[in-house]
């Protein structure tokens, strides 16, 4: 999916949320605004949004020296998120159907993003997700598909989030045997989305027979981009592929085989989707 027009001042609010993140220094703020204004006006608008907005943070990270502006609030959702998983595990135990509950909290935790916005409520998302008919529902073919499943590729989002994942992974490994699941990360901070640290920080590598695979975010060696023939062959290869948020769809729409589970957070990916902003997507491609 590429950029839309309404994408550019939105990377804009992000570069300096990003930045009141790491200092109050007014100066700096305007200093990464104009640098961002700058590069924005020079960039071709044809990328999709992850491959624009990695330059734009990555002009936050270098005019402050941050390497990683939002980690007090990712380790914050990342605490908040593991309070409430108790709950959330119990929810899913006592659910008429186990696996569905375990996907729609798996949806609702895509509200953690500082991506198109930084104020949200997530136990009222929770509540909503629970009580909310999907605008699109396509569960009965991703349990088809799990059904024949033997390797899973799961393609994480945000911090807070992953903990809503990895419930979803353990409700799917309790109901089907799957050899193989590749979890994927960031290989860098960028926003306030996962890293390995992260995740195994929630416990995520205590899952049995999950690895980690490395997304890069435009620095060397920090893994493969989304756009690369070698990751999509991962894609390609694997019996399903489960997406999480709205960057990975944005960066991967265009793939076949893929199933998208979000929040519809943000206009530009709402009108792609055919959908309204704050409507519950599960779409299978």
């Known amino acids: ?85 108790p709950s959330l595990k119990e929810k899913v135990k006592t659910a008429k159907n186990p696996l569905f509950t375990a996907v729609q909290l798996a949806i609702a935790g895509n509200i953690i993003d500082f991506g198109p916005k930084s104020k949200f409520n997530l136990t009222q998302t929770i509540s909503k997700v629970l009580n909310t008919p999907f605008k699109i529902n396509h569960f009965s073919k991703f349990v088809e598909v799990l059904s024949t499943t033997q390797s899973l590729v799961y393609l994480g989002d945000n911090t807070g989030e992953i903990v809503f994942d990895k419930l979803l992974l353990e409700t799917i490994l309790e109901r089907y045997k799957i050899e193989r699941i590749r979890f994927a990360v960031k290989g860098a901070p960028i926003i306030n989305d996962a890293t390995i640290e992260d995740a195994k920080y929630v416990g995520l590598d205590k899952i049995p027979g999950l690895e980690f695979i490395k997304i890069g975010i435009g620095i060397p060696g920090s893994g493969l981009e989304r756009w690369d023939t070698r ?31 979000l929040l519809a957070k943000c206009p530009v990916i709402a009108r792609d989707l055919g959908v309204e902003v704050g409507d519950i997507v599960l779409k299978g491609v």
């Open 231 to 261: 990751f999509l062959k991962i894609l390609r290869d694997s019996n399903m592929v489960i997406s999480k948020g709205q960057g990975n769809y944005e960066a991967l729409s265009d793939q076949k085989g893929i199933f998208f589970l």
């Open 1 to 85: 999916m590429r950029a839309h027009l309404d994408c550019i001042p939105c990377f804009l609010r992000q570069a300096l949320q990003a930045v009141r993140f790491t200092t109050m220094n007014e100066e700096i703020h305007e200093k990464v605004l104009r640098k961002v204004i700058t590069v924005l006006q020079e960039i071709d608008w044809k990328q999709t949004p992850p491959q624009i907005a990695r330059i734009v943070h990555k002009i936050v990270r270098d005019e402050t020296g941050e390497l990683d502006p939002y980690s007090k609030v990712k380790q914050e959702y990342n605490d908040i998120a593991l309070e409430l998983y």
